[in-house]
């Protein structure tokens, strides 16, 4: 599913007048199959573009194009629900509220009217992929770790099947470990999905951008300020994300480091950190064998 | 729904309200209350209405916010007016089909009541729109100072108060955030008829319950760690003074008392 932005702006509703837009004029792609990391300081507009992308809010003024259909307001004039798109909130405690994780679970598709036993047959397929297991379906979601909560909103999520899934800041709070799982079952849906399910993923962690992006998306003070593939963007715009409070990957940095002591450029088609010390290390290895 | 809730937000405007000493809102505003409630005839909606639309052009405040404020109220308005229009008897019968029988007394005395509440409520929003949740709590401990003598815990009350209003807002924020994330996972909040409206907002309350009860363990535990104790003989950094605006506002409430009072005398 393509979800595309024309000049969408949204302001808040707020009492006073001075409030601002805190999305000015987005156009933007996000394109069917594709990992998309979304980056920005805090307040650039992330998790309001990701409600925009779900319909939970409708854009103040420009359009959202699905699969180049406008997404109209519904009959009461209010913001239209984008059945297909998962969304997975910044903070799992509001996504959580039933009083077992398997009816938390089984909430979503049941409200879209899938029947009982391919609920039950999901459930057990999900809980497994976000690396939990069938001994969790009793718990209260309030009881669980942070990483946990975290696993089990993706989980609710998943259940309904969704064509693109959004994920804000799903690894805040978590250590390396926790992280690292996330980043993965998510890649694992992903690639179970033959090239029909679109991640858009936001971050604060520049090492979690590098591992799997096909394309980053820069926020800045509710504007897109880039939206390129991590290779050139981390390599060749390092000065101007500094000026926009943004790090770079630690694979992109030890490149750099390398140019700038070497003078020499290696050519990478991936910053995944394996990938990069591989290529680092290729490169040793082939000037030793020169010299010998 | 955040944008409908007035209790506990502050409009930040440089108007006459803004600068009263909370003592001298809290006193006048009590005043107006009771005013309000001696009304009972044209004349005194009237005046009220003139007062209450005079107040709130002076708080530079736009009627926008406060017809707002209105709206979650609604619904207890028109019932209200629904229930004085057919359960009142008078005499002069309007309209009658079968056991239903509508009289002017009921059209007119379901209005005046839903005059006054409108009136009410615009008036004492305009008291937390102008007022920070902490100098109202303040002003309040400090009238109710004397109370002390009668060993009644008049600085932890105004501590409660202070956090209440200071944290409507956010629980009604906390509610936006769950009804969200229902409607993410599939929950039809519009094509329902009222009574699923209801049942439906029912699995919002448990989370809504649980998130607040962690909050107010924080809450305690941050008021703990700074030593608060029992709140007695605690110094303050802002003092309150009264200002020549303050008696002016007293006196116009009083005065706001003594002619509806004349009014009600003479209409009785
Ligand atoms: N419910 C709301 N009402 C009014 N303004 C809001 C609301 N939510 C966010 N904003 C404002 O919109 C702007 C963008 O907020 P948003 O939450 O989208 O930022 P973000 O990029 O997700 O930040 P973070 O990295 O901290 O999550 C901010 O200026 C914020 O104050
Ligand atoms: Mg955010």
Redesign the pocket.
């Known amino acids: 599913m393509d979800i595309k932005l024309e000049n969408v702006s949204y302001k808040?509703p707020?009492l006073s007048n001075d409030s601002w837009e805190?999305i000015r004029e987005l156009n933007c792609m996000f394109e069917t199959g594709k990992w998309l990391s979304v980056i920005?300081q805090?307040?650039?507009?992330?998790?309001?573009?990701m409600k925009l992308l779900k319909g939970l809010i409708a854009p103040t003024a420009g359009r959202l194009l699905i699969n180049g259909q406008e997404n109209k307001l519904s009959k009461k004039g209010n913001a239209q629900i984008i059945q297909e798109v998962g969304l997975v909130f910044?903070y799992p405690e509001h996504q959580l509220f039933e009083t077992t994780v398997l009816k938390d679970l089984a909430f979503g598709p049941k409200n879209q009217g899938v029947k009982k036993e391919e609920i039950n047959d999901r459930t057990k397929v999900i809980i497994e992929l976000v690396g939990l297991s069938e001994a969790y379906f009793d718990k209260a979601p309030f009881e669980l770790s942070g990483g946990e909560k975290r696993r089990v909103a993706i989980a609710t999520v998943l259940m309904m099947n969704p064509e693109v899934l959004i994920l804000d800041?799903p690894t805040a709070g978590l250590d390396p470990q926790g992280s690292k799982l996330i980043l993965q079952l998510v890649h694992d849906w992903q690639k179970a999905g033959g090239g029909q399910r679109t991640v858009i993923f936001v971050t604060?962690q520049m090492n979690e951008v590098a591992e799997y992006s096909d394309e980053v998306l820069v926020?800045n003070d509710g504007e897109i300020v880039f939206q390129e593939n991590p290779i050139a963007l981390f390599r060749e715009h390092d000065h101007e994300l500094k000026a926009f409070g943004l790090d770079i990957p630690d694979s992109v940095k030890l490149l750099k480091l390398f140019e700038h002591r070497f003078g020499k450029r290696i050519e990478v088609h991936s910053l995944q950190e394996e990938v990069v010390l591989e290529e680092v290390v290729a490169y040793f290895t082939k000037q030793g064998d020169d010299l010998l | 729904m955040i944008e409908n809730v007035l209790v506990g937000q502050f409009v930040e405007t440089s108007s006459v309200f803004h600068r009263l000493d909370p003592r001298s809102k809290l006193i006048s505003i009590f005043c107006i209350v009771i005013a309000f409630f001696l009304i009972d005839n044209a004349a005194g909606y009237l005046l009220a209405g003139l007062f209450v639309f005079g107040c709130i052009t002076l708080s530079h405040i736009p009627w926008r916010i406060f017809l707002k404020g209105l709206k979650p109220i609604l619904f207890i308005l028109s019932f209200t007016i629904v229930y004085h229009i057919l359960f009142t008897k008078g005499e002069n019968l309007l309209f009658h089909y079968g056991i239903l029988s509508i009289y002017i007394e009921g059209i007119i005395s379901g209005s005046r009541l839903v005059v006054r509440i409108i009136l009410l409520v615009l008036i004492t929003s305009l008291l937390t729109l102008t007022t920070k949740p902490l100098e109202l709590a303040y002003g309040f401990e400090v009238l109710c100072k004397p109370l002390k003598k009668l060993r009644f815990p008049v600085e932890q009350f105004s501590l409660m108060l202070a956090i209440t209003l200071r944290f409507i807002p956010t629980i009604v924020m906390e509610l936006d955030k769950i009804i969200e994330a229902q409607k993410a996972r599939g929950v039809n909040f519009e094509d329902k008829s009222l009574m699923k409206k209801v049942l439906s907002y029912i699995p919002i309350i448990v989370p809504l319950l649980f998130t607040s009860i962690n909050r107010a363990e924080n809450l305690a535990n941050a008021i703990d760690a700074r030593a608060y104790g029992d709140g007695s003989g605690r110094t303050r950094y802002k003092t309150l003074r009264f200002e020549t605006r303050d008696y002016i506002a007293m006196s116009i409430s009083l005065f706001m008392v003594g002619t509806f009072l004349i009014l009600k005398m003479l209409g009785g």
């Open positions: 808040y707020s805190s920005g805090t307040g650039s507009g992330k998790s309001t573009l910044q800041e604060h926020m």
